[in-house]
């Protein structure tokens, strides 16, 4: 079984609400799909078994043997990531596109590409089973490539192992990493906030995830923050056939918890939040909601 978490919106805790699903109890497959921001192995800390090199396109290299300063490179660069400097053409590979136009129009041949190979996909053991996750290197074209890859991973290792749940860390919004992360999964879950900005995202969202499946719950994290806007979304989920798994409240020990490098299941498995988590997890187990 895959098993997605996603928010239409960064910040509303998809993450803390992922490594304590993770922790609960049996073992399984973690795959952090949000390869922009992965932040997931810093609170399990997984080995790296496995490391793969990720191609995500490709960046311009100036030949200064062939370079001429003739500066049409510059002036045709729609993303202003060529600049003659002290007396060079230096171009930025954080702003650099890789769309090639630069090494076509060079007069003298001397821009090449060459292949972007800064990122990385890993995987290996960590406490309850094991992680694979994605790390695009900075000014990387996420176009959801990576999160396939990280999800085909994941697949082989949960079959190599038998181990029969896999738990997707998607990344907020609703671009194209996360029809990636949510294209062929068995249930999705929606983590949401009691802000008008988080039920706009979650109604932009959840239009989203129902195309894909119809077994799609809705959690209200830090709920008693804004009780009359939780109770809105409430609302809104029981007007819209959206299942409601529950309300977490705010609950500083999350925070604390992941400060160690824990969840919060892991580190207050008494707490009310731990036990809401633990009561959401196994009714998800039992009867698919």
């Not at 990122?119 to 996750?133: D, L, Q």
């Not at 996360?178 to 988080?198: H, N, Q």
């Not at 409601?244 to 918890?257: C, F, H, K, Q």
């Amino acid at each position: 079984m895959e098993l997605a978490v996603i928010s239409g919106k960064g910040g509303t805790g998809k993450s803390s609400v992922t490594a304590a699903f993770a922790t609960v109890g049996e073992r399984l497959v973690v795959a952090d799909c949000d390869v922009d921001a992965a932040n997931l192995y810093l609170i399990f800390n997984p080995e790296h078994n496995n490391e793969q090199v990720y191609i995500g396109g490709h960046k311009a290299v100036v030949d200064h043997t062939l370079c001429t300063l003739c500066g049409i490179c510059e002036g045709y660069c729609r993303f202003d990531a060529i600049k003659e400097i002290n007396g060079k053409i230096v171009i930025s590979e954080t702003s650099c596109d890789g769309c090639f136009f630069c090494s076509r129009i060079c007069p003298m041949n001397a821009i090449t590409m060459v292949r972007s190979d800064k990122s990385r996909m890993y995987s290996g053991s960590f406490r309850n089973g094991i992680m694979v996750y994605g790390r695009l290197a900075p000014g990387e074209e996420n176009s959801g490539k990576l999160v396939s890859m990280v999800r085909d991973e994941a697949k082989r290792v949960a079959t190599e192992q038998g181990v029969p749940v896999i738990l997707l860390d998607g990344p907020p919004g609703i671009g194209c990493p996360v029809i990636s992360t949510v294209t062929g999964v068995d249930r999705m879950i929606i983590v949401t906030e009691p802000t008008m900005s988080g039920l706009e995202d979650l109604k932009r969202v959840f239009e989203v995830a129902r195309k894909f499946t119809g077994k799609v719950g809705i959690i209200i994290n830090k709920c008693d923050l804004n009780h009359a806007m939780a109770d809105r979304i409430e609302g809104w989920c029981t007007a819209h056939g959206a299942s409601l798994l529950g309300r977490l409240p705010y609950d500083s020990r999350v925070t604390e918890a992941m400060v160690a490098g824990r969840s919060v299941t892991e580190m207050f498995p008494d707490a009310e939040i731990s036990n809401i988590i633990k009561d959401i997890w196994n009714n998800l187990s039992t009867n698919g909601k």
